[in-house]
């Protein structure tokens, strides 16, 4: 039994990361209504571009490893940005749709190629701190992970409501015709969305490989279904809601790892997005604003 | 034919429709009228059963439509065209009209496969009408996102035709025309009584519905405030007020 | 020639799969769970072949049957997700149905050895046409005989009072409930017809491939399956061909030249394709405009 909460716990703070993943596919949907389903391929991207650092600096410090995913995740951003919404016409969805299919796969490949299919170990911190809460353990590199996701929510929540940028993005999230008329220019809200998405992309997929300690292309597509089922158990357009979903599938995973092993613990998760789909399909929380 | 009793529909606090008692005879042209927001469009939604009334009840030839889906609800003989045009864009003129060939007659007198794999030529006749009296044969295979506005109207209104409906909920079929387009949709109106076809005229444009309806019905924040003859509508200070000290369209 | 037959294969199955999805895109719904069918038919009919002794003829009617009765289980539930959301319950089933494969053992013993598909190995010597002496051209018009047959069935539906309605319903789904259009009815039909070919096509791929294993029904095969009508056009069944030749020979060239990195064109070639003809090679004007020179009468 305290194996079983050991494991549910520490799936929670992992699954700070799949929140991380929920809220970039959200805030998208919630500004545009456009799923961008490269976003955690790009992800995963950014964070083997941290690993960039190191041909560049053997021997640096993993927080500068961290920095440089979070920044290649910005700029990866943008370029999907580029390729998918920007000269696409927004009223051709399934276009978009699949051009960020396409950017998916482009993403996926270009890693293979790169790493030649070989998984690349990942810089990890404190992976040797254990910290003791009465009967459970809390390991030191997750709760840095799951200290850096909640300090990047916070972030990204400050900038969404107590900046002028965050009100430009919720205004286009709702109106975008109006938020238009009003002197938003409604491309550059798209395109800094996408940014900050990836930034948080970035950060989440070094998050990934420094809990995991190891980064692997077969990582992408999973990502992206959980990444997918955490946004709809959240609501899509919900930050608060993927920020719960996210946490709540990270521990739902490692629950059913425990139970049922590891090949089969993803079809339990897709269970629960089924039990979701039916009988809650509007996800935890109502969308914010504009959303759906 | 159709009956609304104490009908409302409240959205939150907002009361579209409060309480609203309303009687359509067979074969008669009633007139919808009142100021924007007033909960005119609201009405031919209960009616048409997009969404349930709140409280009060819908008759249609004497049966309670409670519970009734849309689709179901044309196969009784309702139809309604839309305020915002909704014309199959893509598909043509033609094709526009063939879906819509839903109704229990058109149900009964073909089989399965001949009504739905079956080619066009077993009702080329019936539609070949449809588009002579909407003025739209020579367009038949045009796109309907193509046409020009007012001819998107008159689809708009065949379409719903093609149901061979009894009961026709006209919502603002004139918005956006000219004077002489406005004495076409009058003209197209009246044949249509002549065709059985009760309707029920959610308008804005006072020519259209003083010069064609038996009754009107005159709408304000959800609640009737006057109905009778469009002479008396006309001279009632009460409507006057309701529009702000102007006429409408 | 041989190459050119094994070409011939692969684009004729693809073709099946992307019409799959095609007469489901008709309607709005975005399906990416055709993978998940044509895994199903797959299976289905390698296990009717190989461990019931079953001619293919037969297995691959029952391949598409397991395809059109799963599709119309998913039609469904899937009508009460609207828009992106079906896209990701979709592609939740599909990686389910894969995953399931994953896991899934079923083997007899055949003499001294055993048989049948055995989780992550797959599911090994579906050898019903080498067993049977058909040479790789046989196969190749086989496979193509199903796929004409599917395309005139498919295109029929188009000429007909049934497509007109799939469209309708892909178009406003409002006005064409008030017009007296059954929503359930379509949308949950084209689903499961859309099944049906990708059962179909699955049991064809098994048998042409002689092994399948969880890895052949991923996420890149459902996007080929929506890829397809999408990069096509929908105006119309020859735009998915057009697209499935489009890639396939892409795909192909890209070998040549960029070896290994070929696969990198297939992303790429999205990506590009939807930039520069957003609704297809085959949208509705090019397709008037062939029409045109053809002087052909359109619609009715």
Redesign the interface.
Known sequence: MLDFLQAVLDGMLFGATYALIGIGFTLVFGVMHKINMAYAAASIGGAYCGLLILQVMAGASPWLVFLCAFASGGLIGYLVYLACFHFIPLSSPLATLMSTVGMLLLIDEIIVHATEGRALGYPAVFDDVMLRAGEFSLRGDLLLVFGVSVLCMAVLLFLLYKTRLGLATRAVSQQPVAAQLCGIRVTRVNAVTFVITGLLGGIAGAMIGASVGALSPLLTVPLTVKGLIVTVIGGLGSIPGAIVAGLLVGAFENAFQVLRGVTERDLYVMLLLFAFLIFRPGGLFAPKGGGG | MLELQQASRHFGGVRAVDALDLKVGESEIVGLIGPNGSGKSTTVNLV?G?FPPTSGRILYRGQDLAGVP??RR??LGI??T?QSI???????V???L???Q??PEDRARKGFFP??????AGV?GEIGELLEFAGLAHK??E?AANLAFGEQRRLEVA??L??RPKLLLLDEPAAGMNAEEVGQLRERILKLRGRGVTILLVEHVMELVMGVTDRIAVLNFGQKIAEGTPAAIQADPVVRRAYLGGEAA | MDFYYGMAQIVGVHTLLGLSAYIVLLTGQVSLAQAGFFAIGAYAAGMLTVLAGWHLVPALGVGGLAGAVTACAVGFPALRVKGLMLVIATLAFGEGVRIFFFNFDYQIARGDITIGPLGGEGFRQIRFFPENGWTTAEVMFFIWVFVIIVMLVLWWFDRSRYGAVLRAVGEDEVAAQSVGINLTAVKVSSMTIGGAIAGLGGGLYAHYTTHIEHSSFNVLVATFAIAYPIVGGLSNVLGTLLAVIFVQVFLVEGLRFLGDWRNLLFGALIVLAMNLRPHGLLDAQALARVRRLFGKDRGA
């Open positions: 048409t997009l849309v689709h044309l196969g139809a309604r839309f909704r014309l199959f864009g893509h598909l043509t033609w094709q526009n063939w879906v819509a839903n109704s009504r739905w794999l079956g080619g066009s080329r038949q295979d796109l379409r719903a093609a149901t």
